[in-house]
């Protein structure tokens, strides 16, 4: 704790993964509670009194006045000494309790430390795979967005393109029906000319008096005559309706579209 000061950075000695103190210092640190537990037992066995373990000796049954004070190596059990001489395992070989215990029991320690340490490996791997699956989330959102930017790019020139051929459509439209609405006040004016010169000439037909209707006779002849000459011939060609030639073929992009895929490699 006087080394590492509190918002230090260090390494953990298990799992190598970097530790931030706050500033609780190393009290702020996660508990490791089988450790702890451990380490309890280790203290209890430490503070007990000797003459108290030794009042825990356990008697044997076949044998009640004799503590169990050796260990049946090939039965794999406590005994007495009375067994060992003159009982089941007088043909065994024995070691003494004090001996195994020790033995066992550091096989034991070792064996909890062992746990201990894979218990850490394990954290770490799980620290490490939780760690992937946020970058995986991240990487993906990532991704995600690129293509739907991408793809936003291409309804853009689609949407584009779009304009400017319906814009060449609306142009030759306008275009033609401009012609056309031309031609049909021409023919109106035309229309409506001669009709009033039939009304006049119609009027000059009803005139009685000769001199009189022949004083106005000739000019309304020479107009008559003018207008019966006056071309009349111009009109939209045959199929000049027709807009068919705006007609577009998108099959191909369509199926270029479809085979838009990831990029390997």
Do not use: W
């Not at 814009?167 to 031609?183: D, P």
């Not at 109106?188 to 009803?206: F, N, P, R, T, Y």
């Not at 008096?209 to 000459?229: F, G, N, W």
């Amino acid at each position: 704790s006087s080394a590492v000061p509190s918002g230090g950075r260090f390494r953990c000695p298990s799992c190598r993964h970097e530790v931030v103190l706050d500033r609780h210092g190393v009290y702020g640190l996660q508990r490791n509670l089988l450790v702890e537990n451990i380490i309890d037992i280790y203290k209890q066995e430490s503070a007990r009194p000797l003459h108290a373990k030794a009042e825990q000796h356990l008697m044997c049954e076949e044998h009640e006045d004799e503590r169990i004070n050796i260990y049946c190596l090939r039965c794999e059990a406590p005994t007495c000494s009375l067994c060992k001489v003159f009982g089941a395992h007088k043909d065994c070989e024995v070691a003494p309790l004090p001996a195994v215990y020790q033995r066992q029991k550091s096989e034991l320690s070792d064996g909890i430390a062992m746990l201990v340490a894979g218990n850490d490996r394990i954290q770490a791997i799980i620290t490490q795979m939780e760690e992937i699956c946020h970058t995986i989330e991240e990487n993906g959102r990532r991704q995600k967005q690129h293509v739907g930017l991408r793809f936003d790019a291409l309804y853009g020139i689609l949407e584009e393109r779009k304009k400017e051929l319906l814009q060449s459509i609306a142009a030759e439209q306008e275009a033609k029906l401009q012609r056309v609405r031309g031609l049909i006040r021409q023919y109106g004016d035309h229309l409506e000319a001669s009709s009033k010169l039939v009304e006049s000439a119609i009027q000059a037909m009803e005139e009685p008096q000769m001199a009189l209707y022949l004083q106005h006779s000739k000019e309304l002849l020479k107009k008559i005559t003018d207008m019966s000459k006056a071309s009349m011939s111009s009109r939209p060609e045959p199929g000049y309706e027709n807009m068919d030639h705006f007609s577009i073929n998108v099959d191909y992009v369509a199926e270029m579209l479809r085979t838009i895929e990831f990029q390997t490699g």
